[in-house]
């Protein structure tokens, strides 16, 4: 079952339809049992990360912001499942330059230990 909502998640985001892109894996998330969300995430996860990479250069910066934001949001929601994952946000947020927001996200971690 999951097989059909990651190739349709895959379908729409080669063809560049975010929005679709992001609502297929919400979809997927709400119909699917717990017990096969980790395929969805592994699959919405690597499409979020590559989301900031399909923005060219020459795109203005209010664009790239938006995408860049959609990614940092899916992110944000796996970590409230896997805190873990703070980690790998923070490499992401570090990636596009975005010091501000990983340092409250450094600080959650000290705090933790």
């Given at each position: 079952?999951?097989?059909?909502?990651?190739d349709y998640a895959e379908y729409a985001a080669d063809c560049q339809k975010i929005t679709?892109?992001?609502?297929?894996?919400d979809r997927a998330l709400q119909t699917l049992p717990v017990t096969q969300h980790k395929i969805?995430?592994?699959?919405?996860l690597a499409w979020a990360k590559k989301l900031g990479e399909t923005v060219?250069?020459?795109?203005?910066?209010?664009?790239?912001?938006?995408?860049?934001?959609?990614?940092i949001d899916v992110y944000r929601r796996y970590i409230?499942?896997?805190?873990?994952?703070?980690?790998d946000l923070i490499?992401?947020?570090?990636?596009?330059?975005?010091?501000?927001?990983?340092?409250?996200?450094?600080?959650?971690?000290?705090a933790l230990s």
């Open positions: 079952m999951p097989r059909i909502w990651l679709l892109t992001r609502s297929i894996y969805i995430w592994v699959s919405y060219s250069e020459e795109e203005d910066q209010a664009s790239r912001s938006a995408v860049c934001n959609i990614a409230k499942l896997n805190g873990q994952a703070r980690e490499v992401y947020l570090l990636d596009l330059d975005r010091v501000e927001d990983a340092l409250p996200i450094y600080e959650d971690i000290i």
